[in-house]
């Protein structure tokens, strides 16, 4: 397989009790990536993260970690693997330092680099004022950190981490997810999320799960290429030339009687100039929106068929 990917899987499914719950997964994760898994409950998301971190057998297909096979190699594949399950493994009765130490001998992290390796993880997750203290009587916010510390301590190239911010309060939330954008900027990550804004911001590529399938795969710069259109809606519009001549504006469409898209020149936003003018000039303007983005599109066409679709959950 490609060694060029720091993951590459490649026709992934995995059957329970004869029911295919997930098919024909094809995934790359270069240097650098943060790939954002979106779909919703039930979609397939954890069962994809499992295997892809090890701990399910994939019922077909092949996956390598750093060039190395999963399955065939797996404790050295898995030396380059972080991974924060769903339901991270919870030692109520160890200390933070104690765990840490246990998840680094764990990864194989030598002996003489462990300390070293504690106090960075402990560092880069906000923990070092609570290194002795036990983990059953941390907050949850502060649980988590140590889920992602114990996934990074070995300063894996791959960190997979499955919907880490489900369950927080907000005020949690807020810390939790700053930790996650510093920690994608460091290493290449795999994230699990029901929560569109949560993957828009750190993802830069994103593929959308619905019943155990990809349905949609997309890198950012293919998603802003599609973003910044305005709709807007004129009672008593004008022609699409005279739209067309308005100050940094870069293409018009006419979608319908009285309905446009403006494409803004880049980095322009035009919204309050279009809304004077139309005033301004009696155009009658009933709409104003940012047109949304393909992600948004396909996204809440999957929210909206599983309202309707009899989602079949065990
Ligand atoms: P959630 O966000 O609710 O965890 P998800 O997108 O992670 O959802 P999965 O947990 O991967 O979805 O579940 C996908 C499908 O596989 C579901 O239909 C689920 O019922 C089924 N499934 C998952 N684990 C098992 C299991 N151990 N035995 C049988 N079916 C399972």
């Not at 270069?30 to 397939?44: F, I, Q, T």
């Not at 930790?179 to 290493?187: S, T, W, Y």
Request: with cysteine.
């Amino acid at each position: 397989m490609e060694s060029d990917w720091l993951l590459a899987a490649q026709g992934l499914a995995r059957d329970y009790g004869g029911r295919r719950v997930v098919a024909d997964v094809d995934l790359r994760l270069g240097a650098g990536h943060v790939l954002g898994v979106l779909g919703p409950n039930g979609a397939g998301k954890t069962t994809i993260l499992r295997m892809l971190a090890g701990t399910l057998a994939p019922s077909a297909g092949r996956l390598a970690i750093a060039g190395i096979d999963l399955v065939e190699r797996p404790r050295a594949a898995k030396r380059h693997l972080g991974y924060l399950p769903e339901r991270p493994p919870v030692y109520p009765e160890l200390t933070v330092d104690e765990y840490l130490a246990f998840a680094a001998r764990l990864r194989g992290t030598s002996r003489a680099r462990r300390a070293a390796a504690i106090n960075a993880a402990k560092a880069d997750c906000g923990l070092t004022e609570v290194g002795r203290r036990l983990i059953g009587a941390l907050s949850k916010g502060y649980a988590q950190r140590v889920g992602l510390a114990q996934a990074i301590v070995h300063r894996p190239d791959v960190l997979i981490l499955d919907e880490p911010t489900a369950g927080l309060d907000p005020s949690q939330l807020i810390g939790v997810r700053e930790l996650i954008g510093r920690l994608a900027r460091e290493h290449s990550v795999i994230i699990s999320s029901h929560i569109l804004g949560e993957i828009q911001a750190v993802a830069s590529h994103v593929v959308i799960v619905d019943r155990g399938r990809l349905v949609f795969q997309a890198s950012r710069e293919e998603l802003t290429r599609h973003a910044n259109w305005l709709e807007i809606g004129l009672a008593h519009g004008p022609d699409t030339a005279t739209l067309s001549a308005l100050p940094d504006v870069a293409e018009v469409r006419e979608t319908g009687r009285g309905q446009w898209l403006i494409r803004p020149q880049a980095g322009r936003d035009i919204r309050t100039a279009l809304a004077g003018h139309a005033v301004a000039h009696g155009w009658g303007l009933h709409t104003l929106a940012a047109r949304p983005t393909s992600l948004e599109e396909r996204f809440m066409r999957v929210i909206g068929a599983g309202d309707d679709a009899k989602r079949p959950r065990t």
